[in-house]
């Protein structure tokens, strides 16, 4: 009987202790979820804003947000002409362009987020990075590369012959559908000559 109650005690004794091995892990996990929880964080969805807009300036571009709850706080934006073209209203974080933007010269802007305690110039929040993103309109007309292209063709030359290849571009932003398609048209000498899509 003793040997029994031996060998049943070492058989529970790897369990128990096994037991509290998890039960600590589960705190140490739980310790864990609590504390990123509790993480500071600056939180917004990526901005944009249209070009040319013809309405009065400045115009809403979007709102940078931290988790940071101080009543001295105060956002700040660094970077790519920031305080310059982009000025952000320091107790909301609301974000303004205070100039149309054109994409043909500009398609996006990186600049740095802070949020500071007004009283002592301290950071609350690491800094970080956003892009502002400018969207095109279709507001280009294509283009020709250059003023004159010359062609020529054998006379008698069956009909469908090429004579030469014309090209043309558009500014505009090419990921966006139909914004910087071209196509061809010959306006003199129709009865001769045709022109496809391709130039």
């Known amino acids: ?33 609590s504390h990123r929880r509790q993480k ?43 305080n310059t073209i982009f000025k952000v209203e320091e107790t909301s974080g609301d974000v303004y362009a205070f100039e149309r ?3 043909e010269k500009k398609a996006e802007y990186e600049l740095t987020a802070l949020i500071i305690d007004r009283t002592n110039n301290r950071s609350l929040e690491r ?10 309109i279709n507001d280009n007309a294509p283009v020709f590369v250059q003023k004159v292209f ?6 008698m030359s069956p ?4 004579v030469t290849k014309v090209t043309a571009v558009d500014a505009d932003d090419p990921t966006v559908s139909g914004h910087a398609t071209v196509t061809y048209e010959v306006t003199t000498g129709g009865e001769y000559f045709t022109i496809d899509d391709s130039g």
């Open 1 to 33: 009987m003793s040997h029994l109650l031996l060998l049943f005690s070492l058989f529970l004794a790897p369990a128990v202790a096994d037991g509290g091995s998890q039960k600590s892990t589960q705190n140490l996990c739980s310790d864990d979820v």
């Open 40 to 82: 500071r964080d600056w939180i917004w969805n990526q901005m944009h804003i249209k070009e040319e807009i013809d309405t009065p300036l400045p115009h809403h571009v979007g709102k940078i947000t931290s988790s940071v709850r101080n009543n001295n706080a105060k956002y700040i934006i660094e970077g790519e002409y920031a």
């Open 101 to 103: 933007l054109d994409r």
């Open 127 to 136: 800094p970080s990075k956003f892009i502002i993103k400018v969207y095109d």
């Open 150 to 155: 010359n062609g020529s063709v054998p006379e």
């Open 159 to 162: 009909v469908g012959t090429s």
